[in-house]
């Protein structure tokens, strides 16, 4: 089960590497920086993955016992979820540096 997992991830990054990133790297010259792209594609896919893993534990979780209630009717701001993840995603940038 781990190795079908890994066969597709490494499948996802390279089909993404090839298809969305190396043509325009290519095209405006950027070929010495493909091996650097492909580890930045790699950083998005573990970003991407650790923010679905995220969001497919927590919000059941809350769904049972929320943290704020809300009155009928109201619900929170919608992009302050985005603004969260974005936040979380630039701490963990941070953090790398």
């Known amino acids: 089960m781990l190795q079908t997992f890994l066969d597709t991830f490494v499948l996802i990054q390279g089909w ?4 969305i990133v190396q043509p325009p790297l290519l095209a405006l010259g950027f070929g010495s920086y ?28 809350e769904h049972f016992r929320p943290i704020e209630r809300w009155p009928p009717g109201h619900h929170p701001a919608r ?4 603004a969260d993840a974005v936040h979380y995603r630039h701490r963990g940038l941070a953090a790398l540096s």
């Open 16 to 19: 993404l590497l090839e298809h």
């Open 34 to 61: 493909l091996e650097a792209a492909f580890d930045g594609v790699e950083f998005f896919l573990y970003g991407v993955l650790q923010l679905s893993i995220a969001y497919l534990l927590l919000r059941p979780l």
């Open 79 to 82: 992009r302050l979820r985005l």
